[in-house]
């Protein structure tokens, strides 16, 4: 190869020849000035002292391999320069057969090659992410076909995924829409977020939640990655959730406007009771005052009944009313005295305590925001149950006393709430019948042990409830019987009750 000298003399590149025994027998210009320093200072001296040396013996294997068998081999070293400082390089071997030479071609590692580096480095870690992703990612080429998938959604496998175009998989309805994404990505460059329907080759159909994004080459667009994930079960939550909701919701109108009717009915019913009712009693009355004397005793006993029957009656009629103005009224709430309410109370009931003989213990209760006319009820019903419900030969006592709710009392929703407890030593209830007792005309004993119409303890469930509150009941059959109320200190502005 007799051009060989002249085109090793007149190479922009770096080169260097070595003979068989590793030493330097040429070296170009630009070889000389890599290494600071001139052809006759190289010349005549081992190869191996130029190289660093941790890197000299993949060296010397490089160079004998490249000897042997003509191979080139690229291998990357640092050789020393002037003043005992070091450059990385890459090295080239190949074999000169005319000369029985090695030819080393030098090129110098730049900033250009750290780049590469770092690329390949973002690489490799892109692709660990790529891997280790819970959503699925799907890239495609610049024609819209899949060429790369983390992970295949359930029941396709990677040869149902790659080599197919990405709208494929888009439901029928939706491949339009879809076409239009790409083209968007494709063309500006933008990020697209969308939620879309995939179709599955069975048929099957399921939701996803998709980014759309530009693979770049420069300026330009080479393919687009499909980030997506499988909303299927959140989006069939929230339908189910939104059926039950409106279900709720037509079961609360459906109550309320049962509500109102009853309401209704009530109303109308006892007035329209009243009249025919006043007429038994009126009759009954002129019969008792004008010919009870004619009448013999079995006759006076029956209009005895007649006259228990209609008081009964009108009782009865008086609760049902009681009970459908609490339901139908506008709370009228004002910051009260709970215990001047109560003294009024005790005040009102001062025959029945004076008769019984009883013991009413009344505490200090506290000041809250609640309708008076229904507290008023409230105490009075409770504190006339103790009353009515005695023990024989044992003194009636009733305890009316207060204090502030603990967390545990109230619910985490709740705001601050006060506990009142009305405490007797009388009958006591089975616990069976702690439930029953709320129920409107709910009675445990028969008429003619207590009297009452088995409506009190219904009225002071709903008058605590529309207070936003709550009433329980704790007995001991023999022992007593004690009601606890949980009432707000506060109530919520009209526009945050309704």
Known sequence: MPHFPALFALAHEPFICVDSEGRIVAVNQPAAQLLESTSAKLVGHAFADQVHPEDRERVATGVVRAGEDGTVVEQACRLRCAGASYRAVVLRYGREPSLGQIVIAVRELTDLDELRQQRDDARRRLAAVFETMHDIVFTTDEHGVLNGVNRVPPGLTVADTIGTPMLAFAAPEEQEPMRARYDEVRETGKLVSYETVAMYPDGRKENYSSRLGPIMDGDRSIGVVLITRNITQER??????????????????????????????????????????????????????KFEAELAETGRDYLERIRNAAKRMQDLINDLLMFSRISAKEQAYAKINLTKIAKSVLSDLEVRIEENEAEVKLGELPTIEADPVHMRQLLQNLIGNALKFTRPDVKPVVEVTAEPASAADRGPDDPEMVKIHVRDNGIGIEPRHHDRIFSIFERLHGRGKYEGTGVGLA????????????????????????????????????????
């Open 236 to 289: 069939q939550a929230e339908e189910a959730k939104r059926y039950a909701e409106q279900q709720l919701r037509d079961y609360m109108q459906q109550l309320e406007r049962s509500n109102r009717e009853l309401e209704r009915f009530a109303s109308v019913a006892s007035h329209d009771l009243q009249e025919p009712l006043r007429k038994i009693q009126a009759f009954a009355d002129r019969l008792r005052d």
């Open 459 to 498: 009225v002071c469930r709903k008058i605590v409830e529309q207070h936003r509150g709550y009433i329980k009941v704790a007995s001991v059959p023999g022992e007593g019987t004690t009601f606890t109320i949980l009432l707000p200190v506060r109530q919520p502005e009209r526009s945050q009750r309704t």
